[in-house]
């Protein structure tokens, strides 16, 4: 039991009645105040987590930026934070955009992805002046180009580039090989710089990559850099392309179980840095700004699912489950991508793990399994589950499925709690219905 506290949040222990305690919250209290399910964010693991990158790569590489993937979770108090971490962000949607303005976000600090971005979203971000439109296709290049001139602000612009490189992680989130729906594809992506270069309303700055998220072994980043990198001195020789800026995307992975074996920050440093550096050298390219976007990696620690126990359910010989409050509609990934987790019982953590069961969710799907056969002490109805890990990609894919309600979400930090998103109420699932 002691050794799955590692997954969860920095500042976790157990107490001598046997709770677990987050950023010195008493969870079985947070439990019972705010309801259940309930998402608890640690903000010293949060605020590491940001620390940890921008220090093991900026020690590295002086001429690094650090945007956080907003998708792996953003509100109004998560921005705040990065903002005071002086992290960046990286928004796909004019949803994303809006919240990061709701706080007064530094807009020079705000990338904008997509494969398919509205005119809406271009405008607002080209109203926003944002730090950069990460460009993905030709259409948009073209949509893109018209507008600028039309409305007179020239962005600073990176043309998304598709290496042909397989980061060997699930399908659903490899985003790196040929074929992808995202980016220039990198055989047909010469004429994209071309284009870019020579429309006087954009200001070409450097290319992106992202391979794919959930990438436990380093070896795809070194490829995706040589070939990027092999790409940019071809476009400087073809068409005077000055690379000042390299953006090498996210996926720095963590681990959800005991079994996860993932690098350290300072392993993705070392080895993309000092990759970046040799084939700058060899290719005789000036080293260019670098930028990194951790989502996953910043989000997923720091956030903990707690949920009560309600019916268990013993099927003869084969068996038990531990039924919860929640499951797919707060947390889809066990059955969008067979993802792992594990799971202590928040009022139990003294008693030994005796019992194997399947911890269900309450969702009409038989897929809606958190976790499988894991051992965990006898639980009995009314005990409090918690899953670390789940930081990132569970809110921003949380539904309404089977008319739930999405979940309250409160911060925890030097034994106070605040809530930073309130439960939905009946209310709100009526709220955009009209008769
Ligand atoms: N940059 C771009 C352009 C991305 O598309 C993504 C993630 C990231 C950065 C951040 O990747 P990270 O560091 O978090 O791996 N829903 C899936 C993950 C989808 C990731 C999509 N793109 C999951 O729950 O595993």
Redesign the pocket.
């Known amino acids: 039991m002691e050794s799955r506290l590692s997954l969860f949040p920095l500042n976790t222990e157990a107490t001598q009645k046997g709770h677990l305690v987050i950023g010195g919250c008493d969870t079985v209290e947070l439990a019972a105040e705010y309801g259940t399910p309930l998402y608890v964010y640690d903000e010293l693991t949060l605020r590491n987590c940001c620390r940890e990158f921008r220090n093991e790569f900026g020690q590295r590489y002086a001429d690094t930026t650090v945007l956080y993937?907003s998708?792996?979770f953003l509100n109004k108090a998560i921005a705040n934070l990065l903002k005071e971490e002086g992290v960046g962000l990286?928004v796909?949607s004019a949803g994303e955009l809006y919240i990061a303005k709701s706080v007064e976000f530094p807009m020079d600090m705000v990338y904008l992805?997509g494969n398919n971005k509205s005119v809406e979203e271009l405008k607002m971000a080209l109203k926003h002046h944002i730090a950069r439109i990460?460009v993905d296709s030709y259409d948009e290049l073209r949509t893109l180009a018209a507008m600028a001139e039309e409305g007179g602000h020239i962005p600073d612009i990176l043309l998304?580039i598709t290496p042909g490189v397989d980061a060997h992680t699930?399908s659903?989130?490899t985003?790196g090989v040929t074929g992808s729906k995202?980016g220039f594809p990198i055989f047909d992506a010469d004429e994209a710089v071309d284009r870019a270069m020579s429309a006087p309303s954009l200001n070409l700055i450097g290319l992106?990559f992202?391979i794919?998220?959930?990438?436990s072994d380093v070896q795809p980043y070194k490829e995706a850099i040589d070939t990027v990198l092999d790409f940019a001195a071809g476009m400087r020789d073809q068409h005077g392309l000055e690379l000042e800026e390299l953006d090498i995307?996210?996926?720095?992975?963590v681990p959800y179980t005991m079994e996860d074996k993932v690098p350290e920050v300072s392993v993705y440093a070392e080895v993309i840095v000092s990759r970046v550096i040799r084939k700058c050298k060899q290719l005789d390219l000036p080293l260019p700004m670098l930028t990194i976007?951790?989502?996953?990696?910043i989000a997923a620690r720091a956030g903990v699912a707690l949920y009560q126990a309600g019916v268990i359910k013993n099927v003869p010989g084969l068996r038990k489950y531990v039924s919860l409050d929640g499951g797919m509609a707060d947390n889809i990934?066990p059955a969008?991508?067979d993802?792992k987790y594990v799971a202590t019982v928040a009022n139990r953590m003294q008693e030994g793990d005796t019992d194997k069961v399947t911890i269900a969710g309450r969702f009409c799907e038989s897929g809606d399994i958190l976790v499988r056969d894991i051992e965990l002490p006898p639980v009995m109805a009314g005990d409090i589950i918690a899953i670390p890990g789940c930081g990132?990609?569970c809110l921003p894919?949380a539904s309404n499925y089977n008319a739930s309600l999405k979940p309250a979400v409160v911060m925890v930090t030097g034994g106070k709690a605040r809530l930073i998103r309130r439960r939905e109420t009946l209310k709100d699932l009526i709220a955009d219905d009209l008769l």
């Open positions: 993937a998708k792996a990286d796909v992805h990460v998304r699930h659903h989130i985003t995202f992106h992202h794919g998220s959930l990438i995307g996210g996926g720095f992975s976007e951790p989502g996953r990696a990934r969008l991508y993802a990132a990609y894919l």
